[in-house]
């Protein structure tokens, strides 16, 4: 039995139709359906399920959600959300354009230019401290 991948994210929200809105009109999700306590929306290939819940409440770690979008999309999006007030919990520190920001709910999102591959390309050449690479089931630690 293998993990194929993520099936979906839910997340608890204060204010169902404020979700909605956010992950729609500011992070250009398509609402699939909806009802009085939750709504399902895509984002790209990402299934994601809001579920109403008072208890929903801020994240005091550095957990969160990463989202893909390409290089040619980033400055339009990121000025939608800086436009819609969220807001920026971290700034970028990493390889690959991102920004850190929060949902009305205090869900903490990311968007991110890169994937797996361009993150290890950039460790490979700036490894972080004891890191080590494993391809192919073998260990690999960088030079220094």
């Not at 204010?15 to 009085?36: C, K, N, P």
């Not at 800086?82 to 970028?92: P, T, V, Y």
């Not at 390309?121 to 630690?141: L, V």
Request: charged share 30%.
């Amino acid at each position: 039995m293998a993990i194929g991948g993520v099936n979906h994210v839910t997340l608890a929200v204060r204010d169902l139709d404020r979700a909605v809105h956010f992950y729609v009109q500011v992070l250009g999700g398509e609402r699939r359906a909806q009802w009085a306590r939750g709504a399902y929306l895509e984002l790209g290939t990402l299934w994601l399920s809001l579920e109403l819940d008072a208890r929903a409440a801020r994240q005091g770690d550095d957990s969160h959600l990463a989202l893909s979008v390409d290089a040619q999309g980033f400055a339009s999006l990121e000025e939608a959300i800086r436009l819609s007030d969220a807001r920026i919990w971290k700034e970028n520190r990493s390889e690959g354009a991102s920004l850190y920001f929060e949902d009305p709910d205090g869900h903490k999102l990311e968007i991110h230019v890169g994937d797996l591959r361009t993150r290890l390309a950039s460790c490979r050449d700036k490894p972080y401290e004891g890191m080590e690479f494993f391809d192919d089931g073998e260990s690999e630690t960088p030079a220094r």
